[in-house]
């Protein structure tokens, strides 16, 4: 039975097993969530970032996949990088931001992680409407069958709270 739980902060100060980051498909850093969770994890991240570029993903993580560095500094085991899809021209294809949750639970899952701190994928720079993003969030975490305890969406600001307090009901 996983518990959906809903706090507002900032998700690199989360003690949690793992720590999903909304990175893109390079792996090699960005704003938002990927830059706060590079600077505050030091440079361990990166460098298995770059080995994940130099082996299995040599032409980067495709959207709506998950795949798991070390946390270094973070007060986590892991980070499990996943890359949302981009919101353009008025829509987005809702599988992928699905597959992102769910493939990152899948992640989560093989590691062996118990609780899971998620971002609001794909609502920042990549313009997913909040209210949607949310929907889909919940929703996939309701659905997927998974091991983890805790999914821990942590939410910058009062409206993405909001938006994900009214998905919980
Ligand atoms: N803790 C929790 N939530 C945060 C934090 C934080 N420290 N910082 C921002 N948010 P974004 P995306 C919220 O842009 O839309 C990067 O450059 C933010 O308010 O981080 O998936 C990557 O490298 C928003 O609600 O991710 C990619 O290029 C949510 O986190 C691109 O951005 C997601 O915003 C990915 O864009």
Redesign the pocket.
């Known amino acids: 039975m996983t518990t959906i739980r809903l706090v507002q902060?900032?998700?690199?100060r989360q003690s949690v097993d793992a720590v999903v980051n909304?990175?893109?498909s390079s792996l090699l850093?960005?704003?938002?969530?990927?830059?706060?969770i590079h600077r505050r994890g030091g440079p361990e991240i990166l460098d298995e970032c770059r080995a994940l570029r130099a082996s299995r993903y040599g032409k980067g993580l495709p959207t709506g996949q998950a795949v798991a560095t070390a946390a270094g500094k973070l007060d986590a085991r892991w980070v499990i990088h996943t890359v949302?899809p981009v919101w353009q021209g008025g829509r987005g294809d809702p599988s992928l931001l699905a597959s992102c949750h769910r493939e990152a639970l899948r992640v989560a899952d093989e590691l062996g992680a118990r609780t899971v701190a998620f971002?609001?994928?794909?609502?920042?720079?990549?313009?997913?409407p909040l209210e949607d993003a949310a929907r889909i969030a919940v929703e996939t975490v309701r659905e997927t069958p998974t091991d983890v305890e805790e999914v821990r969406f942590?939410?910058?600001?009062d409206r993405?709270y909001e938006a994900f307090a009214r998905q919980l009901g």
């Open positions: 902060g900032d998700i690199t909304a990175a893109n850093g960005g704003g938002g969530v990927d830059g706060a949302g971002p609001a994928i794909s609502t920042g720079v990549y313009g997913w942590v939410l910058f600001d993405a």
